[in-house]
């Protein structure tokens, strides 16, 4: 006799169909739970401190980029003062705090002296400044002086290197232990004067 088989069939898949109609309900449950789980390990706000903290840091750190300064001293000379970025000194609101400074100074007579540095701290007139860092100092007459710290009055034109100074010019190779800067209000010449163990190689001129 053959035996029908549908019977069993039909009732393994409505079986089948119940089992998931419970199972899947379930598992969608439990995925469900997971991610709410994940999601309470996960601080949207986390970040917030941290940005914070930099709000606050550029709030204290008051400055500017590419700052620049243009003024005529008592004589009557150009000058020209820039920064890459220049902000208040935290410890004296009454200093001026910039890195790699350039001090263009035009005298009447046309010569130009440029002065570069890597760090300055000024005056908030930007008048006076003390430049330190490896600095120097060219002049169009032929100088170019290096040094490591330069105090500079420019409102008089003045400035002075208390430390050792290397450098060339016209007469040849110099190195000293002090250089100062003038200006000549007759003739608007700028003057070097190097003293305290001055060496010179003397490098005559050729025709």
């Known amino acids: 006799m053959p035996i029908d088989r549908t019977v069993g069939s039909d009732d393994f898949h409505t079986r089948f169909v119940d089992w998931l109609k419970v199972i899947l309900p379930l598992v969608a449950l439990g995925l469900l739970s997971t991610l709410f789980l994940l999601s309470r390990k996960v601080d949207p706000t986390s970040n917030v401190p941290v940005s914070q ?4 840091q550029r ?12 003024g005529v001293a008592s004589g009557g000379e150009q000058i020209t003062f820039r920064a890459d970025t220049a902000r208040p000194d935290p410890k004296n609101p009454e200093r001026v705090l910039a890195e790699k400074v ?7 007579g046309g010569t130009v002296i440029d002065v570069r540095s890597d760090h300055g701290i000024a005056g908030q007139d930007l ?4 430049l330190h860092g490896n600095v120097t100092v060219t002049t169009t007459s032929g100088y170019d002086i290096r040094t490591q710290r330069l105090t500079a009055d420019f409102e008089t034109l003045r400035a002075e290197s208390p ?14 232990g002090r250089m100062e800067l003038i200006s000549n209000e007759e003739t608007g010449q ?3 004067l190097f003293t305290d163990g001055v060496k010179l190689l003397y490098q005559p001129r050729g025709e």
Request: aromatic share 2%; net charge negative.
């Open 53 to 56: 903290v930099d709000l606050e």
């Open 59 to 70: 709030a204290q750190d008051q400055g500017a980029s590419n700052p620049s300064f243009s």
């Open 163 to 176: 430390g050792r100074v290397t450098g060339k010019g016209p007469p040849g190779d110099l190195e000293a």
């Open 190 to 192: 700028a003057h070097l």
């Open 127 to 130: 008048m006076n400044a003390e």
């Open 102 to 108: 350039v001090a263009e100074l035009t005298l009447n």
